[in-house]
């Protein structure tokens, strides 16, 4: 809950900045940011106290339109300066409230982390989780699709750092471009993104993260990665839409767009989101052991847990039809779920950069940037959790290169969903877990399935895909 203090530290930012406009933004279910701008007149106590109304029946899978009024309450901890408004503007990040029962609405992301951080305390098994997401995106110089007519459909989008603009008759091509799949780490010229990027970090250290790295992706065609110091469950969630908010706008401000869709391009690297992860315990880390790869025992059940329930939990980690599409072999991409030290073909990894007790974490491959954070967060901790509570053993390591084993040795490993309805079936069979603590309700796990369903799984197919008229047009 807001106290009289972090609300009198805004209130002094405020004045003392001379801020014009307060920006208060929240999460929609499916992790999209809504704003709401208000002039700061209308910040004060009473709005951290009692919220802002607005209508909760025009943000997709809220409230009836019989229903409809909601509160945006603004979290007085999670403040940034919106960089990218031309008047003096403060963003707040809210939660959302239901204004007759006073309590935090059910469908708000925000309150299903919070929930799960309460359930992990009540668990025993800790009382801090930390992640630390490492979001993958293109940044594009030009991008046009439609799809919403019946006589056509198609996308276009281009990159002078792509590998087919190699004989291209442009002002950017100075031979300088790297080969397919061959963007990673290289040095300037061949990376012309590198100055966007530093653009974006400073954005980002300036509204309060701490940026460990920057760096140009696999992909040839504009691929990059910024990755921010690992944070509580809560606050990591709420950098990463930062994140993703600056990423977009600082590209729109030198005339390129920016995109975290996981598999914009067929034969290069997809935009994956590894997650890392360590759990606490009275500030001590709960991982560390003497098992396998420095593991605890609780460590390797909470693997367990997560192998155990990926399919389900891939509903919302991997949430969109296009998710799967970069779940493919020979890309990177975790197919397999096993687990395994150093092993980057593993859907679960141990790094070993260092043996430092307090460095000790799980890396969860196969998630990427659609997510909405608060929930594949909340999502990858119930599993691990109910790994430990069941004592879920994840099985034989295995520490080799899982794409070369022998199709007698793969087929003994589980392997991920192929495509969004799989995952989907597979989280309304398996989601007790995620009920555990009241963190997830049966009312999101419906509202969720259906809108997927409904809105994204049966349109993609029914309609006619371009690649068909190029196989099937002559039958």
């Known amino acids: 809950m807001a106290t009289k203090n972090s609300i009198q530290k805004v209130l002094n930012l405020i004045k003392n900045n001379h801020i014009e406009f307060a920006d208060l933004k929240f999460t929609d279910l499916f992790g999209t940011w809504q704003h709401l701008t208000v002039p700061v007149s209308e910040i004060n106590e009473g709005a951290f106290k009692n919220g802002i109304g607005f209508d909760g029946s025009s943000i997709r899978a809220w409230k009836s339109i019989n229903e409809s009024d909601m509160l945006l309450m603004p979290d007085p901890d999670m403040v940034f300066m919106e960089i990218f408004a031309k008047?003096?503007?403060?963003?707040?990040?809210?939660?959302?409230?239901?204004?007759?029962?006073?309590r935090s609405y059910v469908k708000c992301p925000r309150n299903i982390a919070k929930k799960a951080l309460e359930y992990l305390k009540k668990s025993g098994v800790g009382d801090t989780a930390y992640f630390g997401p490492e979001a993958e995106f293109f940044i594009f110089d030009t991008v046009r699709f439609d799809s919403q007519t019946p006589n056509q459909s198609f996308y276009y989008f281009d990159s002078s750092e792509a590998y087919w603009n190699t004989g291209a008759e442009i002002e950017e091509n100075h031979g300088y471009i790297a080969g397919n799949n061959r963007g990673y780490f290289p040095d300037a010229p061949t990376d012309t993104l590198a100055d966007i990027r530093s653009e974006i970090v400073l954005a980002l250290e300036e509204a309060g993260l701490r940026i460990e790295a920057h760096h140009h992706e696999v992909a040839s065609a504009g691929?990059?990665?910024?990755?921010?110091?690992?944070a509580p469950l809560l606050t990591s969630a709420d950098y990463l839409m930062m994140l993703k908010h600056t990423v977009k706008n600082v590209a729109k401000h030198h005339g390129k767009t920016a995109t975290f869709m996981p598999?914009?391009?067929?034969?290069?690297?997809?935009?994956?989101?590894?997650?890392?992860?360590?759990v606490w315990k009275k500030n001590k880390p709960v991982f560390a052991g003497k098992d396998y790869a420095g593991l605890s025992k609780e460590a390797l059940y909470f693997i367990g847990g997560i192998l155990k329930h990926a399919p389900s939990l891939m509903a919302f980690t991997n949430s969109i039809t296009n998710s799967y599409k970069r779940l493919v072999p020979g890309f990177e991409a975790p197919v397999?779920?096993?687990?395994?030290?150093?092993?980057?073909?593993?859907?679960?990894?141990?790094?070993?950069?260092?043996?430092?007790?307090k460095a000790k974490r799980i890396e969860i491959r196969f998630p990427?940037?659609?997510?909405n954070p608060y929930l594949g967060f909340s999502g990858v901790l119930l599993a691990?959790?109910?790994?430990?509570?069941?004592?879920?053993e994840p099985g034989a390591p295995v520490d080799k290169n899982i794409f070369e084993l022998s199709n007698k040795e793969?087929?003994?490993?589980?392997i991920t969903p192929a495509s969004l309805e799989e995952a989907l079936l597979a989280l309304?069979?398996?989601?007790?877990?995620?009920?555990?603590?009241?963190?997830?309700?049966?009312?999101?796990?419906?509202?969720?399935?259906?809108?997927?369903?409904?809105?994204?799984?049966k349109p993609l197919a029914r309609k006619p895909h371009p690649h068909e008229f190029t196989m099937y047009y002559n039958v």
Not at 368 to 371: R, W
Request: net charge negative; with cysteine.
């Open 384 to 392: 691990g959790i109910d790994g430990i509570k069941n004592k879920t």
């Open 428 to 457: 309304k069979k398996d989601h007790a877990y995620l009920l555990e603590g009241g963190v997830f309700t049966e009312e999101v796990i419906e509202t969720w399935i259906n809108y997927k369903m409904g809105n994204e799984v």
């Open 336 to 357: 397999y779920l096993a687990y395994s030290q150093r092993n980057r073909s593993a859907a679960v990894r141990i790094p070993m950069y260092t043996d430092n007790p």
């Open 263 to 278: 598999k914009p391009i067929e034969l290069e690297n997809g935009n994956g989101m590894h997650i890392n992860v360590s």
């Open 87 to 102: 008047a003096p503007t403060l963003s707040i990040i809210c939660d959302i409230y239901d204004p007759v029962t006073k």
């Open 368 to 371: 990427d940037p659609a997510t």
């Open 223 to 230: 691929q990059g990665e910024i990755d921010y110091r690992f």
């Open 410 to 414: 793969a087929s003994r490993i589980k």
